[in-house]
């Protein structure tokens, strides 16, 4: 299995990107290069940089929904940027997402806990209250009261019927 792919190796971190943005944003009010180079800092990110179309889009879309408001930055020299912020719409979503996050975060570290403990030892089935599956030739198998194989017991019956008065009739 490629483990590259799979969820463990923390790839879907990446899927928390709105957050991670808003996070990065409440700081303070940023270009979008900006918000891309803040991102790449975070653990999460593992020093890659987000995918800037991704970014962009996610951007857009959180404009679109209220949570971030752009306005042309005309500087000096170069082209014209869009600086983005919060809004207070914004802010009570991020508040939103700091419950959830604090959510995942104790399921996650509950998870952990179960990792460091030892594995629990299968019960018997006398422990667990069920009666053993007895096994050929065992005392359990043997008449009540018998401690002889069977074999033993079956020669003693014969010896009794033959050792018997013959009734009288």
């Known amino acids: 299995m490629d483990f590259d792919q799979c969820p463990c190796s923390g790839r879907t971190l990446a899927r928390l990107l709105q ?38 889009r996610l951007l857009k879309s959180m404009e679109e929904d209220g949570l971030v408001v752009a306005a042309w930055d005309l500087a000096d020299r170069g082209p014209a940027r869009r600086r983005y912020s919060l809004t207070t719409q914004g802010r009570a979503c991020l508040a939103r997402w700091q419950q959830t996050l604090q959510a995942y975060h104790a399921a996650v570290g509950e998870l952990l806990a179960g990792l460091k403990r030892p594995p629990k030892k299968m019960k018997s089935a006398r422990q667990v209250g069920r009666p053993a599956t007895p096994k050929r030739g065992s005392a359990s198998v043997r008449k009540r009261g018998s401690t002889r194989p069977a074999a033993t017991r079956k020669r003693q019956r014969r010896r009794r019927r033959r050792d018997r008065p013959m009734p009288r009739s």
Do not use: C, I, K, N
């Open 19 to 56: 957050p991670a943005a808003m996070v990065v944003l409440a700081a303070e009010p940023l270009h979008g290069y900006r918000v891309a180079e803040r991102l790449r800092s975070l653990a999460m990110f593992q020093g890659h940089r987000p995918d800037p179309t991704g970014l962009y």
